[in-house]
C-alpha cells in the first residue's frame, strides 16, 4: 500500500472502546481467512440471517460455539439445515484474550474466556444497521477482527441508534474492542468500500469476526 500521509494510529472513541490499526499481520490475516473458508461450508455453514419482521439480513452468517439467531443463542442451527454448530477453537479464544489484554489491560482479559465468534461477511452492498451486541449474558468486552475490503463502522451511544456516533474506516487486519462503559454501544456497518481489501489476501468482499463470551 501507498505510504500514507498520516499514519494511521491507535486510538479510543469511547471509554473502553479502542481501536488498533493493522493489528493483524498479513500471514495471520491469511490464516483467518482459511479458517473462515473452512467455516463457511455447510453443515451449519455461512448462512442468510431472515429477521423476525420478514426481511433478511445483507451480511451473511456463519458463527462457532454458539448459533446466533435474531435474538438468541442455540447449539444447532435452528433456523437455518439444524446441523450442530461448529466448535469455538482455543486458539481464537487465546487471540481475543490476547486483544483485550493490548487494549484494555490485564485485569478486563481476566474473565475474557471467549466462547462464541459470529463471522459475516459482507458483499459490497452489504449493509448491518445500528444494534447492540446485547443476546449475551456478560459484560466481557466484544472483541472484532476484520479482513478483506475497508468498511465504514459507525459506532455510537449506549441510549439510542441515533446520534451521537463516530465513523471509523475498519481496514483488513484492524482490531476494534469495546468493553467496559461502551460494551453495550449501538454500532453497525452503514458502508462498505468494494475493492479496497489487499489484492494479494484474495478476498472478494469484507470479513469481520466478532469474538464474544457467552455467560451462558
Ligand atoms: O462487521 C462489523 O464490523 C460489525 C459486526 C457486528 O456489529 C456484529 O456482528 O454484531
Known sequence: MDAELFP??????APGAV????????????????ACRQWARPPAGLRTVRTPGGGT????????????????????????????????????GELGRRAVRETLGPAAARDAVYDIALINFYGADARMGMHRDSDEHSDAPV??????????????NTRTRGRPWQDIELRSGDLFVFGGPSRFAYHGVPRIHA????????LAGRLNITLRVSGL
Open 195 to 202: 475493492n479496497t481489501g489487499p489484492r494479494e489476501l484474495g
Open 19 to 34: 481501536h488498533v490499526p493493522d493489528w493483524l499481520e498479513p500471514a495471520r490475516q491469511r490464516q483467518l481467512l482459511e
Open 143 to 156: 472483541v472484532s477482527l476484520s479482513l478483506g475490503d475497508t468498511c465504514v463502522f459507525r459506532f455510537g
Open 8 to 13: 494511521r494510529g491507535r486510538t479510543e472513541p
Open 57 to 92: 439480513m445483507t451480511a451473511r452468517q456463519v458463527c462457532l460455539g454458539l448459533h446466533w439467531y435474531p435474538y438468541g443463542y442455540a447449539r444447532t442451527v435452528v433456523d437455518g439445515d439444524g446441523a450442530p454448530v461448529k466448535p469455538f477453537p482455543a486458539w481464537l
